[in-house]
């Protein structure tokens, strides 16, 4: 028989024709899964897709509440810091450090972890812990794209403050650096160095220290991790996962409803 295929989307909002339900009773739809490619019903398909629903709504309210949770850490650390509570302020925005690493792994947004791990470091020059403090502002520049021109604004940073963050700053300007070769499959996939897109194998000229990686691709799940940078060359490896329930010859996420007959 004329070979005949079906492509439908992962979004959950799936409404059968009755031509589509004629041609997977007929034919079948085949679906790639982890254990491999199965034929399923129209019955099962739709079963499948509001799974697919209620999983991507779940994994919206958790990023939601953890968004809400590292927000009103920041909040609550910036607040002690004006107030001089700078026990507090170290406690709080160590804590929203944390949510905000959990938030990045999740959404690859840096800017949430910038922010938390520059007033902690700010909180801790407030402690008297100097070294800690140099240890974290020097960590949030590593991470940053614009780490050798970002400026603090006066208007909200006291002098001693900026003057401390810019000593960081020269620092790492003049520090060691390090070159990472890209070995990433598949080769088309889009990677971002520090938030920074990637057009070629290789990252040149980083300072050493912790720097964030995430690699994407089209019916690949999404890889998002730190990656620590010593003086020379270094080399970066990954294997990008295939999406669970992804159909043959094409990705639930990208396709629209389509069929030939």
Do not use: C
Not at 33 to 45: H, K, N
Not at 69 to 74: G, T, V
Not at 94 to 119: M, V, Y
């Amino acid at each position: 028989a004329e070979e005949k295929q079906l492509l439908l989307p992962l979004n959950g909002d799936v409404n059968l024709t009755n031509v589509e339900r004629s041609i997977i009773s007929t034919i079948g739809l085949r679906i790639q899964t982890s254990a491999g490619i199965r034929t399923v019903d129209p019955r099962d398909l739709e079963a499948y897709m509001e799974k697919q629903k209620t999983l991507a709504g779940s994994e919206k309210g958790k990023i939601d509440a953890l968004k809400k949770l590292a927000d009103e850490q920041m909040s609550s650390g910036w607040k002690a810091l004006q107030q001089l509570q700078n026990k507090k302020a170290v406690s709080t925005l160590a804590k929203a450090e944390r949510a905000h690493t959990k938030l990045l792994l999740e959404t690859g947004d840096l800017s949430g972890l910038l922010s938390s791990k520059l007033h902690l470091g700010i909180a801790l020059l407030r402690s008297g812990r100097k070294k800690a403090a140099k240890k974290k502002l020097y960590e949030m520049l590593a991470l940053d794209k614009r780490r050798e021109s970002r400026k603090l604004n006066p208007t909200y940073y006291a002098p001693d403050i900026q003057s401390e963050y810019k000593a960081v700053q020269d620092k790492q300007i003049k520090s060691a650096r390090g070159s990472v070769q890209l070995i990433i499959t598949p080769a088309d996939s889009k990677v971002r160095f520090d938030g920074v897109t990637i057009t070629t194998n290789q990252v040149d000229s980083l300072p050493t220290g912790k720097h964030f990686v995430e690699v994407l691709a089209d019916g690949y799940e999404p890889e998002r991790k730190f990656f620590q940078v010593t003086e020379g060359n270094n080399q970066f490896e990954t294997k990008l996962r295939p999406v669970k329930g992804k159909l043959e010859g094409t990705d639930f996420a990208t396709e629209t409803s389509i069929y030939s007959l």
